[in-house]
């Protein structure tokens, strides 16, 4: 079951605020003694989440507004619609039409990295209050044709010195293209090698602000922590919380870059919990249909051409990338820190202080958000809407049916 984390019983909760009773794991691992405090509460200034996909027509109707349910206040909003935001004028459209379903989001927009970009419309953007441009590696993920190829990041060049000029920030799906019958790249070695491309952009652009997007391995991490302090990475909970196992067991869980090897979510813990500044929240929170998430077969009752009635099948086409985690984010990645012993505490600077700090955009008072233990509130297990043909769709969150322990205080 997706939702079933391998390794971890639930932790018994007390409601006494921040009592200091031991952690079942702080005899063997003393650094957990810290996530002992069982509050009962916790406090997050203006939370923001990095990376967040919010799609168009009546889907992105429902899951904007779930962006401030979830608790978040700023989002950093990705291009690969349809057709992506290839240049500026695509960008502030999309922006006037988020901002009329959810007028208080902070929302920070970006630019889909195609080789049509040139150094031109990046004063354009940064001039119209667009904050990064996001680079797809080819075919890789939804909508991501018109990323980048076998040709590399060089050609970009003029682009990224501009944007190192502008300060704007450079937002990389860090995979490259699987290649499984030329140099074996594949779905579980992408994310790795890919980090030489940003070892070699960050030597030719030293100033230029560099976020590894979703970051899934211990060779991530090593490499990010290797960088200087304007190359970052965001974290998604649902990686903090995945395997392999869960990405394989079901499409739901299913997801760009693919959750990896239980050795590689421990290394995602260890920055979070050690509370590494350059690594925060981005949820990549990613709806689809759930007939895109669970392609079913197709079987059709037609006439034979003897009058006969015979059955036609059509197989299911193959499964979207992505997860959603919008509706409950705040709530949700607290539940994820529980199970991976990440001290609550560790909230505040992921889940808002670092992603701001490094965006530069400051919490504002009176934009906190308060979430408070709760004896088991159960996830949605699926959100209707109509898509823009009329059709009946769901769209199923992570941990759909899942009791977890926190709750937004309204
Ligand atoms: O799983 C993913 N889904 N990864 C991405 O990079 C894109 C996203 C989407 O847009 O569906
Ligand atoms: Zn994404």
């Known amino acids: ?23 079942p794991l702080s005899s063997t691992s003393p650094r957990f003694i810290a996530s002992t405090a069982m509050s009962a509460s916790i406090t997050i200034p203006s939370p923001f989440d990095a990376h967040v996909h919010l799609r168009q027509g009546n889907m992105m109707k429902l899951v904007t507004p779930h962006v401030e349910q979830g608790g978040i ?36 927009p970006s630019l889909y990295l195609t080789n049509q970009l040139t150094p031109e419309h990046i004063r354009q953007a940064k001039a119209g209050g667009i904050v990064g441009v996001k680079s797809y590696p080819r075919g890789v993920t939804t909508n991501s044709e018109g990323g980048v190829g076998m040709e590399g990041y060089a050609v970009y060049d003029e682009v990224f010195a501009e944007m190192e000029k502008q300060d704007m920030v450079l937002n990389l799906h860090g995979e490259v293209p699987s290649d499984v019958d030329g140099d074996g790249t594949c779905v579980l070695n992408a994310e790795e090698r890919f980090l030489p491309h940003l070892r070699e952009i960050n030597r030719k652009f030293p100033k230029l602000r560099i976020v590894l997007e979703h970051c899934t391995t211990a060779a991530a991490v090593e490499c990010v ?9 965001t974290i998604t909970p649902h990686h903090l919380a995945l395997t392999i196992d869960g990405a394989c067991s079901t499409s739901l869980g299913f997801c760009k870059p693919l959750a990896k090897f239980p050795s590689d979510r421990n290394a995602l813990r260890a920055v979070v919990r050690e509370g590494n ?13 759930s007939s895109s998430k669970l392609p079913a077969l197709q079987v059709a009752q037609v006439k034979g051409a003897d009058g006969s009635t015979e059955e036609e099948i059509t197989l299911p086409s193959p499964c979207a990338a992505g997860i959603y985690t919008s509706s409950n984010l705040i709530p949700l990645t607290a539940e994820i820190f529980e199970r991976s012993d990440i001290p609550l505490e560790r909230m505040q600077g992921f889940c808002s202080k670092f992603g701001r700090d490094f965006y530069g955009f400051p919490a504002e008072d009176g934009e906190e958000v ?18 823009d043909k009329g059709e009946d769709e769901y769209i199923i969150p992570f941990m759909a049916g899942d009791k977890i322990g926190w709750e937004i205080v309204a």
Do not use: W
């Not at 004896?375 to 209707?384: C, I, L, P």
């Open 370 to 387: 308060t979430i408070k233990r709760v004896e088991g509130k159960k996830v949605e297990k699926a959100f209707k809407y109509q898509t």
């Open 225 to 233: 922590k290797s960088l200087p302090s304007n190359v970052v990475a």
């Open 1 to 23: 079951m997706l939702g079933r984390f391998s390794g971890f019983s639930r932790l018994a909760i007390t409601r006494s605020a921040a009592t200091t009773l031991a952690h």
């Open 277 to 289: 500044p350059n690594f925060f929240l981005g949820s990549d929170s990613a709806p689809h249909p």
């Open 73 to 108: 206040k700023m989002a950093f909003v990705m291009p690969n619609l349809i057709p992506p935001l290839t240049v500026p004028e695509h960008t502030f459209a999309y922006v006037k039409e988020l901002q009329a379903v959810a007028p208080n989001l902070h929302i920070l």
